[in-house]
Structure formats: structure tokens, C-alpha cells
């Protein structure tokens, strides 16, 4: 089994979903997850030059030479690198030009609740969470080898599987027609859903990667969201919300830190100030990591769910960062958005954020959504005003304090406002 990453090493390796996955497949004495990431361009001619193909960063074996192929789609826009990863291995783009002699190409991630895209392209995919699912496809395909079935019948065997949908058992309609099933009971898939996250064994003893862009030991606290932001798919798509417990968390943290020797944590969700014990597990993290200059990190961060202290706390120990997400302005922008925003926090949150100096890159979302009025072009023009001001704003607090702190302002629909720095 290789998990897969169509991303650049240095991106893949930041990836907390390959790690969790590798440390639940190889708990198994009978299975080995490897590692593989899309080469750059300049690599990639020189793999065809030789005739090479792709392999395993740990054992340098050929891709088409494995069981399974796991391929992680986080995001529409990696789609491509797959189709790139699969013909440095040489293996057949699509599901149906594959036999025997291939491996199982099987994708997950975020991005295959919405599968067809690229559903003829993989022999089956895992919708939801994987730690159970991929120990369970690898049973699978451990007992077909043992009882020499064929491709096809290792397919149907997968059906079992919670969370896991078989493109090849379904059938394109056209567009606007629902899928027709092939087999019968096996009409729908539910997504796969690990109750609870303190029983999922997490790497606490992490590889160490090279120049990846988060370097840093990163503890997943919990897993989902509740607040519903109509924009946001992951809010969706990852619940229910499931917490880890704060033995659970302190057990990663102590490990993780011993094995690692990071300098660095990072507690992460989906939105890290609704985690319901956050106070206690900073308090009782802190003096652990105080002791040992260990920075903490706090990513995803809604406006107004940071206390001042728990800054004040942060930046006593090295400087680090925090990423704030403000939303709209607008009430009724907020409201239809259905993020419960009110307005003044993030004038009241972001002067302490920058009086702690605890920002070293500070990201703030200025929302500006397509009104239901048609008078976008004037909101637009109003959204680049304030961005203007807010800029200007920034700039002036800041001064002086010696620190670089990034203000990019952006719509909810992707427009850019603008952005500016201050060194």
C-alpha cells in the first residue's frame, strides 16, 4: 500500500491526512504504507529519459509493483497531478484499460464527495474518513490474493467496506440523470465516520521532513464544525463533530515532542477556538511547553474565540502566529452566510493580536459576496475603499513594533482586494 500525495514534497509532507493514514495501515504487521509525491517537472523529464518510473520514497519500488495506490484528492486543483503520477508509473489512466497486473488505484479526501469528475479514472474511493476504511480495503485485497480472485470480484468484496463507492458498479445516464446501480444492494454509499477520534491511533513520532512548508508537530484536537458557513464544503462534509479527550491530547503533545524535537505545535481543527476544553488543554500544555521554548500555533481561529491572556501566554514564549477569519462586514451578509458574526470583534480582537506581537503573518478575510440587488459593481468599489482604509489602519498600529504582519484582504468570491505588507 502507498499513500500517495499529487502534490510537491514540500506540500504533501505538510499534510497531516498522509500521516495519520500511514501511522493506521502500518499498525498492521501485514501491511506497509509507503510514501510518493508528484515530482516537479524538471525530475519528471529526467525519470522518462532513463525509462524510469515512478517509486516509493522508502524503498524505491515501482508503483506499478504495489497492491494499492492511495491517492489523496484534497482539493479540485490537484486533479491533473493524478493523471501526471499515474503516467510516470505507467499504469493506464483509466479504470477500465487496467487488469490484474496492476494496482488498485483508490482515492479520498474532501475532494470525492463530489466524484464523478474523476471517478473513470479510479477503481474505487473512500468517502469520509479513512483510518478504518483503508485497513479494511487492504484485508480485502490481503484474502483475494490468498484466494486468487479475480479484479472484479476483489471489487465486489470492497462493497462491504463502509464508505466506499465503486464507480464501475454504476452507470453514467447523462447529464442530469442520477447514476444507475449495477448491483443489486448496492444503491447508495454511506460515508465512512470514526466515532471516536481518542481510539484512532495518531503519529506521534512523525517523520521529519525536509524544507516542508509546515514544520511543526501538529495535534488534531477535533474534527468537524458545527457553525455551518454556507460557503465552507469542510464544515459540511466532516461532521459530526468529534473531540479528542485532553489525556488523549496531552499523551500526543508528551510523545510527540520527545520523539520529534520540534520546536513547534499546532492545534488543529476546523475551528480551533470552538474546541469545548481549549482553555484547560492551553493551561496545562503551557508550562510544558514554556520550559522547553516549544512556540503553539493557533490556526483557524474565528473572530472573538481567542482571550486576550491565552495570547499574552503565547507570546511570552517565542513568537508565533495566529490566523484570524473575520467574515462579512455585513449583518446581513453574515447572516445569510449563516456565520453569526457581529459586528465590532474583529476591531476588538485584532489590537491585542497585534499588541502581543503575536502575529508574524497575520491573514484577515475582508468578505465581499455577489449581492442579491445587482449593485455589485458600486459594493465593489465601496469593498475596495475599505480595504483601502483597512490597510492604512494596520500599517499605522503596527509601526515600530519590528514585526512582519501581512494584511490581505480577499471576496468570498475569489475577486482580491488587495494585499499589504509591512517589514
Not at 469520509?128 to 484466494?147: Q, S
Request: glycine share 8%.
Amino acid at each position: 500500500m502507498r499513500p500517495r500525495l499529487p502534490d510537491m514534497y514540500e506540500i504533501g509532507m505538510s499534510y497531516l491526512g498522509q500521516k495519520i493514514l500511514s501511522e493506521c495501515i502500518n499498525a498492521h504487521p501485514q501491511f506497509w504504507a509507503e510514501r510518493v509525491f508528484t515530482p516537479c517537472v524538471e525530475t519528471a523529464a529526467i525519470l522518462r529519459e532513463h525509462n524510469t518510473p515512478l517509486a516509493t520514497l522508502e524503498s524505491d519500488t515501482p508503483l506499478g509493483e504495489m497492491d494499492v495506490v492511495g491517492i489523496s484528492l484534497t482539493h479540485e486543483l490537484c486533479y491533473t497531478n493524478v493523471l501526471f503520477l499515474l503516467d510516470l508509473a505507467n499504469i493506464p489512466f483509466r479504470s477500465a484499460d487496467r487488469d490484474e497486473s496492476h494496482p488498485l488505484i483508490i482515492a479520498g479526501g474532501g475532494a470525492t464527495f463530489n466524484a464523478e469528475p474523476v471517478a473513470p479514472f479510479f477503481d474505487a474511493m473512500v468517502i469520509g474518513d479513512g483510518e478504518e476504511a483503508m485497513p479494511g480495503v487492504l484485508a480485502c485485497v490481503e484474502k483475494a490474493k490468498e484466494d486468487g480472485l479475480s479484479r472484479d470480484e476483489l471489487l465486489r468484496s470492497l462493497i462491504n467496506v463502509p464508505g466506499i463507492y465503486i464507480p464501475s458498479f454504476f452507470e453514467d445516464q447523462g447529464a442530469g440523470q442520477p447514476l444507475k446501480p449495477l448491483i443489486e444492494g448496492y444503491e447508495s454509499i454511506d460515508k465512512a465516520v470514526v466515532d471516536d477520534l481518542n481510539k484512532i491511533n495518531f503519529p506521534k513520532g512523525q517523520t521529519i521532513p525536509f524544507n516542508a512548508v509546515h514544520d511543526r508537530l501538529t495535534m488534531e484536537i477535533a474534527r468537524g464544525c458545527t457553525r455551518g458557513c454556507r460557503f465552507c464544503q469542510a464544515g459540511m462534509i466532516y461532521r459530526p463533530v468529534r473531540e479528542r479527550s485532553l489525556d488523549n491530547l496531552d499523551e500526543i503533545l508528551t510523545e510527540g515532542l520527545a520523539k520529534t524535537g520540534y520546536e513547534e505545535t499546532s492545534m488543529l481543527s476546523l475551528s480551533t477556538g470552538d474546541f469545548s476544553a481549549l482553555d484547560t488543554f492551553f493551561t496545562q500544555s503551557f508550562d510544558k511547553c514554556a520550559s522547553e521554548q516549544i512556540a503553539i500555533s493557533l490556526p483557524s481561529l474565528r473572530v472573538g474565540s481567542l482571550s486576550e491572556p491565552i495570547m499574552e501566554r503565547i507570546s511570552s514564549i517565542r513568537r508565533t502566529g495566529a490566523t484570524l477569519a473575520p467574515g462579512s462586514r455585513q449583518p446581513a451578509v453574515a447572516r445569510r452566510h449563516q456565520q453569526g458574526h457581529q459586528r465590532g470583534r474583529t476591531h476588538r480582537t485584532c489590537p491585542p493580536v497585534v499588541r502581543q506581537r503575536l502575529a508574524r503573518r497575520q491573514t484577515l478575510l475582508h468578505d465581499r459576496p455577489a449581492d442579491r440587488d445587482g449593485r455589485r459593481s458600486r459594493r465593489h468599489r465601496r469593498s475596495l475603499s475599505q480595504g483601502a482604509r483597512l490597510r492604512r489602519t494596520a500599517l499605522e498600529k503596527i509601526a515600530g513594533l519590528g514585526s512582519g504582519i501581512a494584511f490581505r484582504a480577499q471576496a468570498a468570491d475569489t475577486v482580491p482586494v488587495g494585499t499589504a505588507k509591512h517589514i
